[in-house]
C-alpha cells in the first residue's frame, strides 16, 4: 500500500508541475504563432487544463477501467466549479466583465446536461461523434461571439508575460506534455492498486482521489489568476476546462471504452450533482455578474458535502 501511495503522489506532483508547464508553453507558442488571446484563453487553456483528464482517462479507458475514466471526468468538472471557483472567490472576489466568458456558463451547463445523458446504458462510438460534434458546435459559438478587445484577452497577455521565444516555447510545451503522460501513468497505476487493495470502487476512486490530481493545473491557474486579480481568466479557464471535460475527453473515452458503468452513484447521482453545480455557478454570475467570498465558501462547503454522496 506504501508503494501505492507513493506513486499516487509522485503522479500527482509531476502532473502538477508538467501540466501547468504543458498550458504555459501551449498559450505562450499560441499567441507567439500570433493568435488571437481570447482564443488563447478559451481554447488554448481549456484544452490544455483539460490534457491530465484527457490522458488519464483515455488510459483507464483502453485498459477496460471505465469506471475510473467516468469517475475522472465527473469528479475533475464537480472539483472545478464548487472547490476551485470557490478557492479563487475566497481569495479574491470573481467580479466577471467579459461577454466571453458569461457566454460560456450557458454552454458548460449545455455539456454536462449532454455528458450526463451520454453515459447512460453502453458506451458507443456514435455518443463520441455527438460529443465531438457538440464540442466544435461550442467552440464555434464561443469564438464568433468573442471580441479582440475582450477583457479576458488582456488577462491572458498578462498571466503569460513576455515569451521566450518559439524553439523555448516549443521544448517547454513538449517537456510539459512528456511529464504530464507519465505522472498520469504513474497516478493511474497507484490509484487502481489502492482501489483494489482498499475495496474501493473504481468510479469512486476517479471522482475523488485521481479527479483532484488531474485538476491541479487549473488550481495552480486559479491560485496564479486570484493573486493577480486576474477574475476572468479564473473563470473562463474552469468553465473552458468543463467543456473540453465533458465534450472531447467524454468523446475519447465513448470511443476507446466498452460496455457501460454500471454505478448509479456515479452516472446518476455524480453527473447530476455536476450539472446542479455547473447551474448554480452560472446563477451566481448572472447576479451581478459577481461570486463573493461568502459565496466562494459556500462552493467549497458543497463540494465537501458531494463528497460522501459519490459512495452511496
Not at 467579459?98 to 454552454?107: K, L, M, N, Q
Request: one cysteine or more; a negative charge; proline letters at 2%.
Amino acid at each position: 500500500m506504501l508503494l501505492n501511495i507513493v506513486a499516487v503522489v509522485g503522479g500527482v506532483a509531476l502532473l502538477a508541475v508538467a501540466a501547468d508547464q504543458f498550458v504555459l508553453g501551449g498559450a505562450a507558442l499560441s499567441r507567439t504563432l500570433r493568435i488571437a488571446p481570447v482564443v488563447v484563453g478559451v481554447v488554448v487553456m481549456g484544452f490544455g487544463t483539460s490534457a491530465p483528464e484527457m490522458i488519464v482517462s483515455s488510459f483507464a479507458a483502453a485498459d477496460d477501467k471505465i469506471g475510473l475514466a467516468v469517475g475522472n471526468i465527473v469528479g475533475s468538472n464537480l472539483v472545478n466549479l464548487s472547490l476551485l471557483l470557490g478557492i479563487g472567490a475566497i481569495i479574491t472576489t470573481l467580479k466577471v466583465s467579459s461577454d466571453t466568458v458569461r457566454r460560456e456558463g450557458p454552454i458548460a451547463f449545455l455539456a454536462a446536461v449532454l455528458y450526463w445523458l451520454m453515459i447512460q446504458g453502453d458506451f458507443a462510438a456514435w455518443k463520441g461523434v455527438v460529443l465531438f460534434v457538440a464540442l466544435g458546435l461550442a467552440i464555434y459559438r464561443t469564438l464568433h461571439a468573442g471580441r479582440e478587445g475582450d477583457v479576458l484577452g488582456t488577462e491572458v497577455d498578462e498571466l503569460l508575460g513576455d515569451s521566450a521565444g518559439v524553439p523555448v516555447e516549443v521544448a517547454r510545451t513538449v517537456g510539459g506534455l512528456i511529464g504530464t503522460l507519465i505522472g498520469a501513468q504513474v497516478l493511474l497505476w497507484g490509484a487502481t492498486n489502492i482501489a483494489d487493495e482498499a475495496g474501493l470502487s473504481e468510479g469512486f476512486v476517479g471522482a475523488t482521489l485521481v479527479a483532484f490530481g488531474t485538476s491541479l493545473p487549473e488550481l495552480v491557474t486559479v491560485i496564479q489568476s486570484a493573486r493577480r486579480h486576474e477574475v476572468d481568466l479564473i473563470v473562463g479557464n474552469l468553465l473552458g476546462s468543463n467543456l473540453f471535460n465533458a465534450l472531447a475527453v467524454g468523446g475519447l473515452v465513448m470511443f476507446f471504452g466498452s460496455g457501460s458503468v454500471d454505478d448509479a452513484s456515479l452516472t446518476m447521482l455524480g453527473m447530476g450533482l455536476v450539472v446542479v453545480v455547473t447551474g448554480l455557478a452560472g446563477v451566481l454570475m448572472a447576479t451581478g455578474h459577481r461570486i463573493t467570498r461568502l459565496e466562494g465558501a459556500a462552493l467549497v462547503v458543497t463540494y465537501l458535502v458531494c463528497l460522501p454522496l459519490l459512495r452511496i
